[in-house]
Each structure stands twice: as structure tokens, then as C-alpha cells.
């Protein structure tokens, strides 16, 4: 039994890099295809004649945390805390899927209700991203201390927060690019983790 559970945390582990390392390939992309949107926010790329690509980068976003959070299910002791930081993350996930589904409004445009949308599902997938990633630092612990992966996830909770209270400040092009970059990171930390069984190997001893 032990042992399924881990087979299936490496696959939902392998199928979360992979998800996040199309998206990361798909953000450079963009960014060579349609150069002239590159100042602007990233959500503009799914505006253009390469919109498509865009609009699926941010899809294979929201899938990578579903395999997350689907690949993290039964790696520790079923907390409360536990138990939010699994939903947060799938509402981070379902967010990301709807920003794929709704195009943004042009800049300067009357809005529509689908940039609304977008717009909505935009700030809850970011806030849902950092409240997830700090949870985590909380709800996966060993022996009631903190794991190194917790204090990773911990530095990067804070360093994108702060990077998404900073968009307020009117950074333009960098804001967004850099969470993105934040969040890549720290999802492709934990798929890692799931890949090589070192949540399982945690699991296993928690609930020992």
C-alpha cells in the first residue's frame, strides 16, 4: 500500500514538472513571437495572433498544481492546515485554468465580461499561489520541525508576496514576470520532492 502510494506520488510528481516546464517554455515563446508586448502585462500575450499559446501556457499552469496537490494528498498527517493548503493550491490551479479560458481586456478598452473574469481569477490564483506556499511550510512538517523543503517554500511564500503587493506600486513588465518565475520555481522544487520520494519517506514517518 505504502508503496502504490509512492509509485503514484513520483508519476503525479513527473506529470507536475512537466506541466510547469511546458509553461515555462511557452512564456519564453512568447516572448520571442510577439516582442512588442514584452512591456506589457503577460496577460496581454493572449491578445495577440499567437494568443492561443499564451492562453495554453497558462492552462498547463493550473494542470501542474492540480498534479501537485494530487501528488501531495496523503504525504502528511491529515491536519486542518493540511487540508486548506491542498484546497488553496486547487483554487490556484482552477484559477489558472479560467485565465486560460477568458482573454483579458486590451489596454484602454470599455470591460468586458470576460476580462472581468479574467481579472478576478487573476488576483485569486496569485493569492491563493503565496497563501499555499507559505501553508506548506506549516502543514508539512517532520517530527513537528520544519523540513528544508518547508523553509524553501516559506522564503519563496514571502518573496512572492512581496513581489504581489509590489505589482500595486506600478512595476509594470517586471511584477509579473518575476511571480511567475517565483512560482515556477517553487512548484518545480515540490515535483522534484514527489519525484525522488522524499515526501513519501515523510509520510511514512509521520504517520508511523
Known amino acids: 500500500m505504502g508503496e502504490s502510494l509512492g509509485q503514484r506520488a513520483t508519476v503525479k510528481g513527473t506529470i507536475a514538472l512537466a506541466f510547469t516546464s511546458m509553461f515555462a517554455v ?5 516572448h520571442v513571437i510577439e516582442p512588442e508586448t514584452n512591456l506589457d502585462p503577460v496577460s496581454l500575450y ?10 495554453t501556457g497558462f ?4 494542470l501542474a498544481f492540480f498534479s501537485i496537490v494530487a501528488g501531495l494528498r496523503g504525504r502528511a498527517r491529515a491536519t486542518n492546515l493540511y487540508s486548506v493548503d491542498l484546497i488553496v493550491l486547487s483554487i490556484a490551479g482552477a484559477g489558472l485554468v479560467i485565465i486560460g479560458a477568458f482573454n483579458t481586456d486590451a489596454i484602454g478598452t470599455p470591460s468586458t ?19 499555499g506556499t507559505l501553508l506548506f511550510a506549516i502543514a508539512f512538517r517532520q517530527d513537528g520541525k520544519s523540513i528544508a523543503i518547508g523553509r524553501s517554500s516559506r522564503n519563496l511564500g ?41 515526501l513519501t519517506q515523510l509520510a511514512d514517518r509521520e504517520t508511523r
Open 26 to 30: 511557452t512564456l519564453v515563446t512568447v
Open 46 to 55: 493572449s491578445l495577440g495572433p499567437f494568443g492561443f499559446v499564451m492562453r
Open 59 to 62: 492552462v498547463f499552469l493550473g
Open 113 to 131: 465580461l470576460s476580462g472581468l473574469i479574467h481579472s478576478a481569477a487573476a488576483n485569486i490564483w496569485s493569492v491563493s499561489a503565496i497563501v
Open 158 to 198: 514571502i518573496a512572492a508576496m512581496i513581489t504581489y503587493l509590489a505589482g500595486f506600486l506600478g512595476l509594470g513588465a517586471v511584477q509579473p514576470r518575476l511571480f511567475f518565475a517565483i512560482v515556477v520555481l517553487w512548484m518545480s522544487l515540490i515535483a522534484n520532492q514527489l519525484r525522488s520520494g522524499k
